[in-house]
């Protein structure tokens, strides 16, 4: 369905400053598949979501979706088909705007806009249902500006969002590493539930070991710009962060260097 195929990207080109963040990477997803990315800082897992929603163009290589040539269109003609939750609660929604109107803007994803606006019966029962499952009572403030709201509400409101017209591909970029570890853990349990309920391709940048091993049925490790390991649903089954860590030392024949980036659980 996703096919990433010898993609290459270069950052300040032929200047002192020039870094490879993406190293002829190679990857493909079926519909369906929940991928966990980690590796520390500087890996090019960002980077690797960015490419896939058109933020960078790519040096080299082929981003197809569904066989279809993506690469070459521009990030606002892929949020059409790609849904995305960033690691600031504070980007993924309107915060001047209410919760209704935010869900409003994400069921009109995709379609034609005309001049008219509004939310019908229809809409705003569709959002209560929605809501409902999140378990945070947002269904009971649909007519509240998302600026009153928290961090763990807003992000939890984001995922919806960004499922609630089916996207082909949900990039999420570390969407709980800015919210207290009891907030997301609920975030990343609601994560679980919208992405089984929609049958999501999913990409999840992860800077805990312990849950890119437990959540989803792949993981890639990505270190300078190239995937250095990738475990199916049975071998993350069997793993443990130990055990990742050593991977990792071996596959790089280096000393692993602990940061928040890979190892906070």
């Known amino acids: 369905m996703l096919a990433i195929k010898n993609v290459t990207k270069i950052f300040n080109k032929n200047s002192v400053n020039q870094k490879t963040a993406l190293d002829n990477v190679s990857l493909?997803?079926?519909?369906?598949d929940f991928v966990t990315v980690i590796g520390s800082n500087g890996a090019g897992k960002s980077t690797l979501l960015n490419v896939i929603a058109?933020?960078?163009?790519?040096?080299?290589?082929?981003?197809?979706?569904?066989?279809?040539?993506?690469?070459?269109?521009?990030?606002?003609?892929?949020?059409?088909?790609?849904?995305?939750?960033?690691?600031?609660?504070?980007?993924?929604?309107?915060?001047?705007?209410?919760?209704?109107?935010?869900?409003?803007?994400?069921?009109?994803?995709?379609?034609?806009?005309?001049?008219?606006?509004?939310?019908?019966?229809?809409?705003?029962?569709?959002?209560?249902?929605?809501?409902?499952?999140?378990?945070?009572?947002?269904?009971?403030?649909?007519?509240?500006?998302?600026?009153l709201l928290s961090g763990g509400q807003r992000q939890a409101m984001t995922v919806l969002m960004a499922a609630l017209v089916k996207p082909k591909v949900l990039l999420l970029d570390e969407h709980t590493a800015a919210l207290d570890p009891k907030t997301a853990d609920k975030v990343i349990e609601l994560t679980n539930i919208i992405v089984k309920e929609h049958n999501l391709t999913t990409f999840m940048v992860t800077h805990n070991m312990e849950q890119a091993l437990t959540m989803g049925n792949r993981l890639i490790m990505l270190h300078e710009g190239q995937i250095i390991l990738e475990l199916n649903e049975s071998q993350k089954r069997n793993m443990t962060v130990k055990d990742l860590i050593r991977e990792f030392e071996k596959v790089r024949g280096v000393?692993?260097?602990?940061?928040?980036?890979?190892?906070?659980?």
């Open 255 to 265: 000393k692993f260097v602990e940061d928040r980036v890979v190892l906070a659980n």
């Open 28 to 32: 493909t997803l079926e519909e369906g």
């Open 54 to 147: 058109g933020v960078y163009p790519i040096d080299t290589g082929s981003i197809k979706l569904e066989g279809n040539e993506i690469s070459t269109l521009p990030e606002h003609k892929r949020a059409a088909f790609i849904g995305r939750v960033f690691q600031d609660p504070m980007k993924g929604t309107a915060p001047s705007m209410t919760v209704e109107e935010n869900l409003a803007l994400a069921l009109a994803r995709g379609k034609r806009r005309s001049l008219r606006w509004g939310i019908s019966k229809k809409d705003r029962k569709l959002f209560k249902e929605k809501l409902e499952v999140l378990g945070l009572g947002l269904e009971n403030q649909l007519t509240n500006k998302v600026e």
